[in-house]
């Protein structure tokens, strides 16, 4: 089956892309593209997986480089190829041989760019990530590489919606005590419950940060079970396991 790549046109000038579950070579509940070597899928399979979303970007596998994900907002600059061991939740590079790409399955996937300065950046931003600023931690590494924050173009892919992404009273009170104001990317649901938008959130900190231009593209993990996993709509089913999707850009 052919991959199934979203791209967009504020990235252009790079290759990059937002892959679906479709084409990849697992099975079960990691049907598809499961590039999650964190997954308790069969490893040489997910290598497969990542080798054929490598060969789209017109790299070698070992020139996809990815992080220990954590929530964290931490950044790494990437000066060559090879595994990265560390704990991060961002990267950034000026090389034009190296892919950069992070894992979600309802969290926040963002590529960004700067055409002008030659820079580009990957985040995984979950609720966490956002809130202790790990997009705004990704844009800094950029300009410490020459891009201007102003010239950056950032696009958040798949992610879970705020009808999908119900959370308790507590969730809520973590981003109250940070700014009252984000009470507006809450709306009540049942029983004491509330609907958070998270790309809703993402896109209110890059623009606000300055970034050059921001938008979602406006797809929702847990609503698409073909299209994409989800780490909460497996939960929901009581599946032992979900796939992680990839996010994936090089110059």
Request: one cysteine or more.
């Amino acid at each position: 089956m052919t991959l199934e790549i979203i791209s967009d046109p504020a990235l252009d000038g790079a290759r990059h892309g937002f892959f679906t579950r479709k084409g990849g070579a697992s099975s079960g509940v990691f049907a598809g593209l499961n590039c999650g070597f964190g997954s308790s899928d069969q490893q040489d399979i997910v290598a497969i997986n990542r080798d054929r979303v490598a060969g789209a970007l017109s790299l070698p596998s070992t020139h996809l480089v990815g992080v220990h994900q954590v929530h964290s907002a931490d950044v790494v600059t990437v000066e060559k190829a090879g595994p990265i061991l560390r704990k991060a939740d961002g990267l950034v590079t000026r090389h034009k041989d190296i892919g950069l790409s992070v894992l979600t399955a309802d969290c926040q996937p963002v590529l960004f760019m700067d055409a002008t300065a030659g820079v580009i950046g990957a985040a995984h931003a979950g609720w966490k990530g956002a809130l202790t600023g790990v997009l705004e931690q990704t844009v800094r590494a950029m300009e410490q590489l020459g891009a201007l924050r102003q010239n950056v173009a950032a696009v958040i892919g798949p992610s879970i919606s705020q009808a999908n992404y119900e959370v308790g009273g507590e969730f809520r009170d973590r981003f109250m005590a940070v700014d009252p104001g984000y009470d507006r990317f809450f709306v009540a649901g049942a029983q004491s419950r509330f609907h958070f938008d998270l790309p809703g959130f993402g896109l209110m900190r890059l623009r606000s940060f300055g970034v050059g231009q921001a938008h979602w593209t406006r797809h929702c993990t847990y609503a698409d079970p073909v299209r994409f996993f989800s780490y909460r709509r497996s939960v929901h089913r009581k599946e032992a396991d979900y796939g992680r999707l990839i996010a994936a850009i090089r110059l």
